[in-house]
């Protein structure tokens, strides 16, 4: 079997009180600011079923968000933002937010239909949110310092964030603008319980994005993963592909660019009731037209996340193992 070496983050987990872990950061504090993060939980959840934002997994009845904000933390994050719908504020901030205020400043931005760019309104019948671009864009305003992106509902591991923070870390400006992200491998992105959607990376000699590829339906093969078109189409896959799992890296500057794109995505197809802005589209064109670099770093560590009912099982398993490693302590947050 070959063996893999993961980047682990090595800072102190200090023990409160309480006897919960508390992360020390990992990157020194200097010139550039800390990096903050933010986080896209105002998904519905549907096909899961309920919140899943805040589906207990952990031993110690955790969240992923749990692991993913301990890890940030770990990685030098001292301020997290959470993209919300206003209506989930209190529950959210009862549930989860308030056990992380000892170690990171809290702050939420809601994601409504009416935050949209001046001159704009919401088009006539228009219920379905506009998407992970606008989830982002709506952080606008609590935004102040280089910042890293992920999903509320997804285990990432700590190698991502640490890689990042290394990378937002340096300091260095555009133009063009400099992100990154953080490809995990396809066969370490599925789910057992059914298929998934996934954005397939083309990145080019140097390491960096070309484009993004969206897949609605991807499942596991007797051969590898395979994706099964509504047309019939069928394509399969080696398994080996990288694919954006929404671990991103950005600097403040995004904003401006991503508002410039919203507006034109509302003239273009704000119309449509189910379009949406999508961030790997809206960062995709800033590629195409010259406006941003995007470097991509990979990682073996395997992606799980709750797309469907019967994933938190699997999901339980999973963490239960990292614990029993020494990866992360049995109790997160207390």
Not at 34 to 49: D, N
Not at 97 to 104: H, I, Q, S, V
Not at 105 to 125: C, I, K, N, R, W
Not at 268 to 273: I, K, L, M, T, V
Request: hydrophobic share 40%; aromatic share 10%; with cysteine.
């Amino acid at each position: 079997m070959t063996q893999r070496t993961f980047l682990r983050p090595a800072g102190p987990l200090n023990t409160g009180a309480n006897g919960e872990a508390r992360p020390g950061p990992l990157v020194p504090s200097g010139t550039v600011p800390a990096p903050e993060l933010v986080v896209m939980a105002a998904g519905l959840g549907s096909r899961f079923g309920g919140l899943k934002q805040l589906e207990p997994v952990g031993p110690s009845g955790e969240a992923l968000l749990d692991y993913a904000v301990f890890d940030a933390v770990r990685a030098g994050v001292e301020r997290v933002i959470f993209v919300i719908r206003r209506e989930m504020e209190r529950e959210f901030h009862e549930n989860r937010g308030r056990r992380y205020t000892r170690n990171a400043e809290v702050v939420y931005a809601f994601q409504v239909l009416e935050d949209l760019p001046g001159g704009t309104t919401v088009p006539s019948g228009r219920t379905k949110p506009w998407g992970t671009a606008h989830a982002v864009y709506a952080a606008r305003a609590a935004v102040r310092a280089p910042f890293v992106v992920i999903n509320a509902d997804d285990f990432y591991g700590p190698e991502g964030f640490a890689l990042l923070a290394g990378f937002l870390a340096e300091g260095r400006q555009g133009p063009p603008e400099r992100y990154a992200m953080v490809a995990y491998r396809l066969r370490n992105t599925l789910s057992l319980h059914g298929s998934v959607a996934r954005g397939v990376c083309e990145t080019d000699a140097a390491g960096f994005l070309v484009a993004i590829r969206e897949y609605e339906r991807i499942e596991s093969g007797v051969g590898g993963p395979v994706h099964r078109g509504n047309d019939g189409e069928r394509h399969a896959f080696a398994g080996d592909e990288l694919v954006s799992m929404n671990l991103w890296g950005f600097r403040p500057g995004l904003m401006a660019h991503l508002e410039e794109r919203f507006r034109a995505f509302l003239d273009d197809r704000g119309r449509e009731p189910s379009a949406e802005f999508y961030l790997p589209a809206a960062v995709g064109g800033m590629i195409a037209d010259g406006l941003a670099t995007v470097r991509v770093f990979e990682t073996e560590w395997p992606w799980f996340g709750l797309t469907h009912r019967e994933d938190v099982t699997d999901v339980k398993r999973r963490l239960l193992a990292l614990v029993e490693q020494g990866v992360y302590p049995a109790r997160l947050w207390g």
